[in-house]
């Protein structure tokens, strides 16, 4: 919904950097979990009262059509999901699990439940080692909780676009709310928290904008991105 309006060109990633892919949706590279390791972060989102999504290329399986949320990111993405009464034969070649629940201190419990379930430990910031580990996991909303590939993170995205497109890191400006958006602060010349934002995604941006409903993308952008650039 993005591509048109904005007249993209360049790689675009998804999945927070699980799948890179050009304008055409063609894909140019991916990274996907182990098959072994879905059902078992599956249950535990379940111990906790989520529901589960899964992201397969660029399908999108559900089990309820009007479970939490899917009718918000039906809207949101432009494409609906497809409907499962579950999830086997799925496991394979998957490029993001979420976890969904509108009980936001579920999905806050699930995150390090997670991480720590797959040798994360128990971390508050998505560039923990993980050399252990077999997933990332981070909310990318307060009610979405997903999990990727280790090295999918918004971080690699940063480093591998930096690539592509021959743009220095330090030339580079990320904007961000949440926690999953702390590995991109990390790998990036400027980075900018928007108003809404939590302390902890806050402290660890370069600067604070305000908020989403008071023009904070705009405003970011005027006030440290362009003025930097002059």
Same mark, same amino acid.
């Given at each position: ?5 904005? &007249?993209?060109?360049?790689?675009? !990633? &998804? ?19 182990? +098959? ?7 249950? *535990? ?10 992201? =397969? ?18 809207? #949101?993405?432009?494409?609906?999901? #497809? ?11 998957? &490029? ?18 997670? =991480? ?5 430990? %128990? ?12 997933? *990332?996991? +981070? =909310? ?6 997903? %999990? *990727?590939?280790?090295? !999918?993170?918004?971080?690699? %995205? ?12 330090? /030339?580079?400006? *990320? ?21 809404? +934002?939590?302390? /902890? ?16 993308? !705009? ?12």
């Amino acid at each position: 919904m993005l591509i048109a309006p904005l &007249a993209l060109t360049t790689p675009i !990633a &998804a999945f927070n950097g699980g799948m890179f892919v050009k304008p055409d949706l063609s894909v140019i590279e991916q990274r996907v979990l182990q +098959a072994d390791l879905i059902e078992p972060a599956m249950e *535990t989102m379940r111990k906790h009262g989520l529901d589960c999504w899964i992201y =397969r290329g660029t399908d999108w399986f559900v089990r309820d059509r009007h479970g939490p949320h899917v009718d918000r990111e039906e809207w #949101t993405v432009k494409f609906p999901p #497809t409907v499962v009464p579950n999830f086997q034969g799925l496991t394979n070649d998957v &490029a993001k699990l979420v976890g969904v629940s509108d009980d936001l201190d579920a999905v806050q419990r699930c995150e390090p439940a997670v =991480r720590e379930q797959f040798g994360a430990g %128990v971390c508050t910031k998505q560039s923990c080692p993980t050399r252990d580990t077999s997933v *990332t996991a +981070a =909310r990318s909303q307060p009610y979405y909780l997903d %999990v *990727t590939h280790p090295d !999918a993170n918004k971080g690699y %995205v940063v480093r591998r676009l930096s690539e592509w497109l021959d743009i220095p890191i330090a /030339e580079i400006a *990320t904007i961000g709310d949440m926690p999953n958006d702390i590995s991109m602060f990390e790998k990036s010349g400027i980075s900018i928290a928007m108003g809404q +934002a939590g302390d /902890e995604v806050k402290s660890a941006a370069t600067y604070t904008t305000s908020s989403s409903e008071e023009e904070g993308f !705009a405003k970011a952008v005027e006030d440290f991105v362009l003025k930097n650039a002059s």
